[in-house]
């Protein structure tokens, strides 16, 4: 299709070659509306890569055309916008209509490798499930996601992407007026556990065996043909779901608002709302203003996580149950629900494995790991800066074990931990230059810090982007060590420590 526009000339008119299936499901799923339009948009920024996969014409996005497209004045060719009812666990209570209160699905789109794709606006204004909300959304909250889940994405970790963030030109009331935007998301769908959860309340059995086939044909191709596909389908929600939180806990990543209506069926991360990375290293770590319990916290993610797939299960238990009895569905759902533990530390182990330079797959493992990071949280070490130091050790000499142990409060407790991780890659067969670089690949050297992203968000809201454009930058190639940019690695400062992260909304 992006070759035939060409061809033909009609590029301009069909920037976004929208190829809609959401829209063709029943009514009830959703309610269409068109984004309010904003004063004065201006371009901030567009991701040029993720735009050239996406086949859209870059030129066109820059144009006064594109960004009236990218701000919601303007409704491209081809688009049916709508927003997506859903429910949702909220802090474990139960809300029985959620939905976007702020976004606006603009259509879908393929790629050059033929995937298929949403395009949607966030902080597009009011929609029928905006509550009493103005559907809007800050500068501030727009730059965060677009930092947070571009570096997610150059760390290969499954996330929704920012193709373009406009300013609106105009201010949005919260504890005070501030400078609103709009972020263009990206995403394999915006489908939710909470959607599952709203037609599961409404006891709407055949919304829900739709929405199960679709997804299944949308994002489990595979599963299309198999006997028990909703048994499979199960399956394969959790597995992805496992191996997403262990590689959010492999980088010291906290969402933040795990809520069921943030978690995506297709295994993506999604909604960085008070998200944060860990500097310091501790099990109980959060940032979150609403999370005054701690129920999102660092280590309560997987517990959390395995929770979110018990909600879902019994959303698909009516569906289970047509392909055996009810007793036996129960039965299969509780298995598989109590098997996610089980899932989750083979991903995890993987994951750390690679990170402290194991191939081999030992029983002992694991303890060594979870030793080394009760001596980290004990010793207020560094989360990233750990790992990455821990890469440039020697198997057999312990000349640049400083690097790694000023990092701890008390160094000898690096260094009794660094004696069993010694005699364990002696069972290893590869030199230190081979795990050096096997390693390297699993730690990064840059991550988001909380307290940088704060200081481009304040130059932002001055009208200086320069810091936001340096590192988006940055952050596109978090395992390369370049110049000019040790100062991304840095730690905060005692008067830089961010406390808290705050919610979008």
Request: glycine share 6%.
């Amino acid at each position: 299709m992006y070759v035939e526009a060409l061809k033909t000339g009609n590029l301009m008119k069909t920037a976004f070659l929208f190829d809609n299936s959401y829209v063709r499901l029943p009514e009830r799923f959703f309610s269409r509306c068109a984004p309010s339009p904003v004063r004065m948009p201006s371009l901030i920024k567009i991701n040029f890569a993720l735009a050239y996969e996406l086949c859209l014409e870059i030129d066109y996005l820059k144009s006064p055309e594109g960004v009236e497209v990218l701000s919601g004045n303007h409704l491209p060719h081809g688009s049916e916008p709508v927003s997506m009812v859903y429910a949702g666990h909220q802090f474990g209570s139960w809300v029985q209509q959620l939905g976007d209160g702020r976004a606006v699905l603009l259509g879908e789109v393929k790629s050059r490798h033929s995937k298929r794709y949403d395009i949607q606006l966030k902080g597009a204004g009011r929609t029928p499930y905006s509550r009493m909300g103005d559907g809007r959304s800050g500068l501030g909250p727009v730059l965060r996601e677009y930092i947070v889940s571009e570096a997610m994405a150059a760390l290969g970790i499954p996330t929704t992407r920012a193709l373009a963030a406009v300013s609106s030109g105009e201010y949005i009331l919260r504890e005070r007026p501030i400078p609103g935007a709009i972020l263009t998301r990206v995403a394999e769908s915006h489908i939710r556990v909470g959607t599952f959860q709203f037609f599961a309340a409404h006891q709407d059995i055949e919304a829900l065996t739709i929405l199960s086939e679709y997804v299944i044909e949308r994002h489990f191709s595979n599963l299309c043909e198999v006997s028990k596909p909703y048994h499979r389908f199960l399956e394969a929600v959790i597995d992805r779901q496992a191996a997403l939180i262990a590689k959010w806990m492999s980088v010291g990543f906290i969402h933040g608002v795990m809520n069921t209506d943030n978690v995506s069926i297709a295994g993506e991360t999604i909604d960085y709302g008070p998200c944060a990375f860990m500097d310091t290293f501790h099990y109980h770590a959060k940032y979150s203003s609403i999370d005054s319990t701690g129920r999102y916290s660092y280590s309560k993610q997987p517990v959390v996580s395995q929770w979110n797939m018990a909600c879902f299960a019994q959303c698909l238990l009516p569906l289970i149950s047509r392909n055996s009895s009810q007793e036996s569905a129960l039965v299969f759902v509780q298995e598989a629900i109590r098997g996610y533990s089980d899932i989750y530390k083979m991903y995890w182990l993987k994951e750390m494995r690679k990170k402290i330079g194991l191939v081999l797959e030992l029983n002992e493992d694991e303890l060594l790991i979870n030793d080394l990071l009760k001596r980290m949280a004990n010793n207020r070490a560094d989360y990233t800066l750990t790992f990455l130091n821990l890469c440039k050790l020697f198997a057999a000499s312990r000349d640049n074990d400083f690097i790694v142990n000023e990092l701890f409060d008390d160094p000898n407790s690096f260094d009794g931990w660094a004696f069993r991780w010694r005699e364990r890659l002696a069972l290893e067969k590869y030199s230190d230059t081979e795990r050096y670089h096997l390693m390297r690949k699993s730690n990064p050297c840059l991550i988001p810090r909380n307290h940088q992203i704060e200081s481009v968000i304040q130059s932002g809201v001055l009208g200086d982007y320069g810091p936001f454009e340096e590192i988006v930058d940055a952050l596109s190639t978090p395992f390369e060590q370049k110049p000019n940019r040790e100062h991304f690695m840095a730690p905060p400062r005692p008067h830089e420590i961010v406390q808290s992260t705050f919610c979008g909304t």
